[in-house]
């Protein structure tokens, strides 16, 4: 069992579409089991792509609806204290990801019970 993403953010520097694999069919269903007990929140760490100037990089869902570059009035306004923009990534991070993959990993340990008997015939 392993989590895998298909690549990392060019912004923000998030895992994108993070999945986890298994070869084993109980280890499967435990898996499904624990989605329903603890939800991880991934629409925002889609792929999507994005121009930089005359290149396209793959960027998380988050940054590509909020970070922008910023124009001259709106960098005008914020040194003077006209508005506050906080740009506020909302996808989740490598460590998020991984903590809840910990999670997983401890629970399908305790609760898999099927192990595989290994026979060694070299006959
Ligand atoms: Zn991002």
């Known amino acids: 069992m392993y989590?895998?993403?298909?690549?990392y953010c060019f912004i923000c520097n998030c895992p994108l579409e993070p999945?986890?694999?298994?070869d084993n069919k109980e280890k499967r269903e435990l898996i499904r089991k624990y989605k329903k007990i603890k939800p991880i929140f991934l629409i925002n760490n889609e792929t999507y792509l994005k121009f930089f100037k005359l290149k396209v990089k793959r960027v998380c869902y988050s940054c590509f609806k909020t970070c922008s570059t910023p124009s001259q009035e709106v960098l005008r306004s914020?040194?003077?204290g006209k508005i506050k923009t906080?740009?506020?990534?909302?996808?989740l991070s490598r460590k998020e990801v991984f903590l809840w993959y910990i999670g997983l990993y401890k629970y399908?340990?305790?609760h898999f019970h099927n192990r595989?008997?290994?026979?060694?015939?070299?006959?």
């Open 78 to 80: 914020r040194e003077i």
């Open 86 to 91: 906080i740009n506020r990534n909302l996808s």
């Open 3 to 7: 989590i895998k993403c298909k690549g």
């Open 19 to 22: 999945y986890v694999k298994t």
């Open 108 to 110: 399908v340990n305790k």
């Open 116 to 123: 595989p008997i290994v026979v060694y015939n070299d006959i």
